[in-house]
């Protein structure tokens, strides 16, 4: 797939460039990068520049992810990375992907990452046909969780050693989102699950 740009009210979502090495550098010596997502650890310049110059392209190109810089549009600043990730089951007759993202230490708590999820995640329905979008991260992630949350999923409850970090398989939150939570229509028609009645006491 062709990269594309996506734009917010604060914000540019476009492919990384070999120009936002040193910013990838200098996020990922955060400690909740580094416990929360899988880069490598430490975490060296020739990791960023093999990221931005190579990886991020040839994902676009192969349609293995695609993977959105995100920039101020008032100062180019680097806020973080948003990604449409696990594109395996994307055109199949699942029509599903996943969202992954992380933030530079400096650009939280300003509502950046949300804003930016929304925007990828409008796309996502609208342009590529998706029609399930997962969220997941690590039990404890609270951040990303909350991103997830102001983003529109729902949590749907906690995966098993669904997560490989550092060695270890960790327990996993997993989320998704539907473009009817948003108003939006799908191909495949939707038969939810029937509602089970309340159980009473017969005490």
């Known amino acids: 797939m062709e990269p594309v740009t996506l734009t917010t009210k604060r914000l540019l979502l476009r ?18 990068i580094r416990r929360w997502t899988p880069v490598p650890a430490p975490y060296e310049r020739a990791h960023a520049e093999e990221f931005v110059g190579r990886v991020c392209p040839e994902e676009w190109r192969d349609d ?6 995100v920039v101020t549009r008032d100062g180019g600043a680097l806020v973080g990375s948003m990604a449409l990730v696990q594109l395996a089951r994307l055109r199949t007759e699942e029509h599903q992907a ?16 949300g804003e930016a999820a929304r925007a990828v995640v409008e796309w996502a329905f609208t342009a590529l046909g998706v029609e399930r979008l997962e969220w997941c ?10 991103v997830a949350l102001a983003a529109g999923f729902r949590m749907e409850g906690i995966d098993r050693a669904r997560i490989v ?4 398989r960790r ?17 495949t028609p ?14």
């Open 171 to 187: 327990d996993a939150w997993r989320g998704a989102i539907l473009p009817s939570d948003l108003g939006l229509p799908s191909t």
């Open 98 to 113: 996943e969202l992954g993202y992380w933030t530079a230490p400096e650009h939280r708590r300003r509502g950046y990452t």
């Open 137 to 146: 991260a690590q039990v404890g992630n609270e951040g990303s969780r909350a």
């Open 64 to 69: 293995i992810s695609y993977r959105f810089a």
């Open 15 to 32: 492919p990384f460039e070999p120009r936002d090495a040193d910013a990838v550098h200098a996020a990922c010596q955060d400690p909740d």
């Open 190 to 203: 939707y038969l939810p699950a029937p509602e089970r009645p309340a159980v009473t006491d017969p005490a």
């Open 165 to 168: 970090h550092h060695g270890t």
